[in-house]
């Protein structure tokens, strides 16, 4: 027999791919369990660690699978990345090695965006699906000849996983390629499972970790997250 929860928490973090839905069917019970938990006024937000999507975009997602959701639910590395550029370095200049999402973001939030090595502080390694040789020579520019970027990264994820068991190359083969080259280590992840994505999700709450739960389907990136920060923490078996 199910058992009750030992306790209602103020706030709930999902993971989504895998925890909410699986490509595009919700999971037996998700869209229960979230309806029930706004129904009990309890705050819910959703997260993501793949940054070629706005939260605008999961959003429709969601709503569009049955799950009637707002942008302002979402934090994904689009979010994370430009707000840690607006309080960290607000006046620094960015190579995004990223896909339209995060770039429209960032030169959306006024956050100067540059191909010229000579002035790049910020090589951004991000999922990009059209990286190539021409972007790895101004990275390698920037941080190794000129001496003046640092290396950052949305997410630490090796691959992106595929319908059928198949994947392709995510952020960390960017990264991968740029620190060879450059012989510099990557200096921040704003992707799980790195305070900074959680700590933006609080913020946003406006709760103490131990009044929340993370739930997710990955250990070393959902539970890691959470068990790092001292906050409950709950794994689906999908």
Request: charged share 25%.
């Amino acid at each position: 027999m199910p058992r009750s929860p030992e306790r209602l928490y103020d706030g709930y973090v999902f993971d989504l791919d895998g925890t909410v839905y699986l490509g595009d069917d919700l999971l037996p019970g998700a869209r229960r369990l979230v309806l029930k938990l706004r129904e009990l006024d309890r705050r819910v937000v959703f997260l993501s660690n793949n940054p070629t999507r706005d939260p605008g975009m999961y959003a429709e997602k969601l709503t569009r699978l049955g799950l009637e959701t707002s942008a302002g639910e979402i934090v994904n590395p689009v979010v994370t990345m430009t707000r840690w550029l607006l309080r960290s370095h607000p006046d620094a200049t960015v190579f995004p090695i990223a896909e339209a999402p995060l770039k429209d973001a960032l030169r959306g939030a006024g956050i100067k965006v540059s191909e010229d090595p000579a002035e790049i502080d910020i090589v951004i390694a991000s999922y990009d699906r059209s990286f190539d040789y021409r972007k790895l020579q101004i990275a390698f520019d920037a941080i190794w000849f000129h001496g003046r970027a640092m290396l950052v990264t949305t997410n630490p994820d090796r691959y992106c996983p595929l319908p059928g068991g198949r994947g392709e190359p995510d952020a960390a083969a960017v990264v991968g390629a740029i620190e060879g080259c450059t012989g510099s280590k990557c200096e921040v992840n704003v992707g799980k499972p790195d305070p900074i994505m959680l700590n933006t999700v609080m913020d946003g709450l406006g709760l103490e970790k131990r009044d929340c739960v993370m739930t997710g389907d990955r250990l070393y990136t959902d539970i890691r997250m959470a068990l790092d920060a001292g906050m409950p923490s709950a794994v689906v078996l999908t």
